[in-house]
């Protein structure tokens, strides 16, 4: 699992990835749901990561689920886990 790397990096491995053509593996489309959070390889998504490094944003460690909307970056709040980051490792 990679936990230390910055919305930058995601997006140019991201695009990397998207534009490298040829049939995905299944490990591709794992690292393209670690590096996105999203199950959608489509520019959507690249716009989504690019929108990040310039926005406030905050990313679910539990499923790396990305948010723009404030409340939920206030409150580190992952509307697709619908569980707040506190939680993490609660029973
Ligand atoms: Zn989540």
């Known amino acids: 699992m990679i936990t230390v790397m910055n919305e930058a990096e995601r997006l140019a491995r991201a695009t990397l990835l998207f534009h490298r053509g040829g049939m995905w593996t299944e490990q591709d489309r794992a690292t393209w749901r670690t590096l996105t959070g999203s199950e959608h390889a489509t520019t959507v998504t690249l716009c989504l990561l690019a929108r990040a490094i310039t926005e406030p944003s905050w ?4 499923c790396a689920a990305l948010t723009f909307h404030p409340r939920d970056i206030e409150q580190r709040y992952c509307g697709r886990c619908h569980r707040f980051a506190e939680t993490e490792g609660a029973p």
């Open 59 to 62: 990313r679910c460690p539990r």
